[in-house]
């Protein structure tokens, strides 16, 4: 598995474990609680659809380490 979604109570999680591609994206995602391969979004607006896109893109063709 490289990309995943989690559904909490209080945020919305996505797990991107290709650690190239999120630290690729880092700067775009400014304001969220990052962590070393997770993105916790507390509301929906808050989701960059175009960051998202991608980094689901960049994670199909990239073969880098998975965190």
Avoid: P, W
């Amino acid at each position: 598995m490289e990309v995943g979604f989690a559904d909490q109570k209080h945020y919305l999680s996505l797990y991107v474990l290709r650690t190239a591609v999120l630290d690729a994206h880092r700067d775009r995602l400014a304001g969220l609680n990052l962590g070393k391969g997770c993105i916790h979004h507390r509301r929906v607006d808050q989701i960059a659809l175009d960051v998202v896109r991608s980094m689901l893109r960049e994670t199909a063709s990239h073969t880098g380490e998975i965190c």
